[in-house]
């Protein structure tokens, strides 16, 4: 549990440096975590390995968000799930359906 509270710790952190709400901190950290996924796996933008490694991260951010609370906030992390994801769902699908984008 000591990790949970460091982790907290850190996430609050990093959400105070952000303007409100705390959604903008996910959507940062969707993108960041896509980009520098795609780098270290050396896949393109448009490759679905990169958007899993989003996904994988923000699972485990909901289940030590879980831990630190004591019980599940359904609608909360609903929000969370859908702005984690959002920009790099859809820029990885614009760049699927369009390849004159890819640059």
Not at 24 to 38: D, E, K, M, Q, V
Not at 50 to 70: F, I, K, Q, Y
Not at 72 to 93: E, G, S, Y
């Amino acid at each position: 549990m000591i990790f949970v509270h460091y982790y907290e710790h850190a996430i609050d952190w990093i959400v105070s440096l952000c303007p409100q709400p705390d959604k903008f901190a996910h959507t940062y950290a969707g993108l960041t975590i896509w980009l520098i996924s795609a780098i270290l796996l050396k896949r393109k933008l448009s490759s679905r390995w990169p958007v899993m490694v989003v996904l994988l991260c923000e699972v485990a951010n909901e289940c030590v968000d879980r831990l630190a609370h004591g019980s599940w906030n359904w609608p909360d992390t609903i929000r969370d799930f859908i702005a984690t994801l959002f920009w790099p769902v859809v820029i990885m699908l614009a760049m699927r359906w369009k390849p004159a984008i890819r640059g």
